[in-house]
DNA sequence: AGAATAGTGTCTGTTAGACACTATGTG
DNA sequence: CACATAGTGTCTAACAGACACTATTCT
């Protein structure tokens, strides 16, 4: 019944979601309007060889096969960088995907991963693809689209997944610049979190300072602060290395 | 370059760490001593059609190679089922390996999971292996043995994957009985977590029933108790199906 | 002055942590 | 009665949450 060569699949592949969250100016002295998004690519109609692609036309997590002399993880950077020109960012794998029949080609594996890039840096990039072949979706629109393959159930998993780290690690940072204001950090943590304590300003504006994980940025031996989004000056935060933990049995928070 | 065939891999398996937490008696009216530990089986000399086995002799990780027509969960449950006669039990995904060279057969990923057994459950299961064959060890002797494959890195991420969960969600239940008394809780949270909040006798005590997904078991209108571990009878308690949710931002659970 | 953002003052109720104390049952 | 486990009483300091208040700056 069993063969006596290995079971060998037909390929593996290395997927990527690509988040970020958008900010639109709601005019001067205001916080932004912040959203989640979501970068897919346009499968084109012909691979690099000029056959015929499957699932042409189809939006798509930006992705591909990987080579036997790689990773999942370093083919999804070279595939990123590839197809959207983003490099230098921190790859998390989150599920793998797997189900007989996800890929009309045999029998092909995806190693989902997921990655949170801040607009500016996204802004910077640069890309070989067609600018409509590239676009950055909502959440609910992208799921709406008429997606490749099983990347609405990935996409879907993946986003519970940094709705997860967003609550449980410093994930946020990957979201900000270096020193932002409280008002950007409550922005970031409520385009994905729905949390009464982050919402109401009061609560979120005592608390903050006060997190291990955050430091008040000072220069010259003072507190810096910033008015780019309010005219009273607010004071700048970063990151620091803190890692918190957190438990269900005790809700100090440790590191 | 690139061939006009897909890149495909050689081999796709699927690894299971398999843990429990045995008890030692103590004594009459103590509590348990208890001790985390991972089930590993002896490779054997020859596969089951008889030809030299790879890595023969070396302890390793239950698990197998994935059929086309199965997920690498399935795979999992049924390699489970083969090699050490554990079933039924939910199974967790959590990594991939695929470092090139991690198989000297070829380019071979491993898919791994965890798996959390309660030794009274191991203790009725069947399996063809000879006993010497299958073993559970602590994790200290564990990560000692010379292991197969890269099996040692994946025991390591294993273990630290099941302390997130220990600490972060209900994962203790699986260790536990169904109704429990807590000095038996904090036994199975102390070989995985070191938080002195769950170390102080008094502190636990006081916190654990209000914790909401715990309720005190009650029968016939009373509360239910057990003398097992003390000869003051003690409340017993069971999970609920509360799904607590922490963050780093605010310290209320939340469902 | 008015408006908007960024905080702080203050009160109330809850909780963690420490430590001493009580309760229950065995031998 | 001694002892071990399973809790509870009580105090203190800290903290969350609510709500009103002040501070800063631009127009």
């Not at 979601?17 to 970068?39: C, D, H, R, W």
């Amino acid at each position: 019944m069993v063969s006596n060569k290995f079971i060998t699949p037909d390929g593996y592949t290395s997927d990527i979601a690509v988040f970020t969250i958008t900010s639109e100016s709601n005019g001067q002295y205001k916080p932004l309007k912040k959203n989640l998004k979501i970068m897919l690519i346009k499968r084109s109609d012909r691979d690099h060889e000029g056959k015929l692609n499957i699932e042409a036309g189809k939006w798509a997590l930006p992705g591909g096969f990987v080579r036997s002399s790689e990773t999942a993880i370093q083919a999804a950077e070279r595939k990123l960088y590839e197809e959207t020109g983003v490099s230098g960012l921190r790859i998390k794998h989150f599920g793998v995907y797997d189900s007989p029949g996800r890929d009309e080609r045999g029998w092909i594996l995806s190693n989902a991963h997921y990655v949170i890039a801040n607009e500016e840096f996204l802004k910077s990039r640069k890309t070989t693809k067609h600018a409509s072949d590239i676009q950055l979706f909502t959440i609910e629109d992208a799921l709406e689209l008429n997606l490749a393959f099983d990347h609405r159930q990935i996409i879907d998993d993946a986003i519970w997944f940094i709705k997860k780290d967003m609550a449980l690690t410093t994930l946020a940072k990957h979201f900000l610049p270096k020193e932002f204001v409280l008002s950007e950090l409550q922005g970031v943590l409520l385009t994905v979190l729905d949390d009464p304590s982050i919402k109401a300003d009061a609560a979120f504006f005592r608390k903050a300072p006060t997190l291990p994980f955050l430091e008040a940025v000072t220069e010259n031996g003072k507190l810096k602060k910033s008015n780019r989004y309010s005219k009273t000056p607010a004071q700048l935060y970063r990151f620091n290395d803190f890692q918190p933990i957190t438990s269900v049995y005790s809700n100090k928070l440790k590191g």
